[in-house]
């Protein structure tokens, strides 16, 4: 079956600075890659997702990229804030057929913004 | 803005209890799903249910397990008779096209079995 790994585990910026979480998948029949970030106390956000005809989204401060061949897609944040402090998850949405499936996530990464 | 909503936030619960969690999924999805997370772990799918029947679920997801959608508005997890080791956050999601459009999720419901 499907398996997300996520690196690294924690993250330490600068405010300002750039942030990159790295994730990788095992089944090539894959297709969509959420990402989700969660703060203390409260249930998953979606922030971003990707399909697997795109090679990479961008939304403000927040971009994925995917590549498919090397099965790989990361998370990019740029000029973070403190506010972006949480643990974020990826995930891999695999497809049994139809609309089938289910999402596999990732081990989560703390990111930590210092001010 | 819509939200997927869980009650309680908090459940303890003595070993071999029964207990339900409960969700409002968001109004016009059709898709729900319950995830669990052990404490520092991933989050683990468990379920999922469409046209009220389970369409999906996971080795986790055993015979004391159930789901139900009692009403037009409730998503029901129950856990029959619960042991440690389900002690979790349990997460109730909905979406409306299937899981890949990208789920929403509440706040969480933490199931204490003490």
Known sequence: GENVEQHPSTLSVQEGDSAVIKCTYSDSASNYFPWYKQELGKGPQLIIDIRSNVGEKKDQRIAVTLNKTAKHFSLHITETQPEDSAVYFCAAFMNYGGSQGNLIFGKGTKLSVKP | ?114
């Not at chain 2, 999924?25 to 989050?43: A, M």
């Not at chain 2, 080795?59 to 029959?80: A, C, H, M, W, Y």
Request: glycine share 6%; proline share 4%; aromatic share 14%.
């Open chain 2, 1 to 114: 803005e819509p939200e997927v909503t869980q009650t309680p936030s908090h459940q303890v619960t003595q070993m071999g209890q029964e207990v339900i969690l409960r969700c409002v999924p968001i109004s016009n999805h059709l898709y729900f799903y319950w995830y669990r997370q052990i404490l520092g772990q991933k989050v683990e799918f468990l379920v999922s249910f469409y046209n009220n029947e389970i369409s999906e679920k996971s080795e986790i997801f055993d015979d004391q397990f159930s789901v139900e959608r009692p009403d037009g508005s409730n998503f029901t997890l129950k856990i029959r008779s619960t042991k440690l080791e389900d002690s979790a956050m349990y997460f109730c999601a909905s979406s409306l096209e299937g899981e890949r459009v990208g789920a929403f999720f509440g706040q969480g419901t933490r199931l204490t079995v003490v």
